[in-house]
């Protein structure tokens, strides 16, 4: 059954635990610009929302703290994506990301589809993308 247009949903959030709540906060903040747009603390549990914009976000994502264990695994098709205006940031990005110790697939032509990209870890090992070229509109 299909949904229905005047009830459509729509995508407000990812939530992801992190071991390190504020590595993540400095790693989202200095490599993609999120602010923290909410924070708070629940019987323990640290909880940020990371956001494009300091308020009013279509769009965040949430970082759960959890206590440290050992390092999740990752997948390349498990990641976040950024699109960057130029394939120039793609390599600041990556030679930033590679002078921190956290790149993990340099900056590279991935043809028509994905663009121009490099694949970064952050700190709870999660890859994020940053690309160029890569259209989410085609058919």
Known sequence: MAVRDDIKPRLT??????????????????????????????????????????????????????????????HFADHLGYDLPSAAQVDEVAARAEAMGILEVPATDGGKIIGYYCMVKDPDGNLVEFSHGQPIDVD
């Open 13 to 74: 959030h990812i939530a992801r635990p992190t071991r390190d709540l504020d590595a993540t906060i400095r790693f989202y903040r200095d490599l993609v610009g999120l602010s923290v747009v909410h924070e708070r603390e629940e019987d323990g549990i640290r909880v940020v929302w990371l956001g494009e914009k300091p308020r009013r976000n279509d769009f965040v994502i949430v970082y759960i703290g959890v206590p440290p264990e050992s390092p999740p695994k990752s």
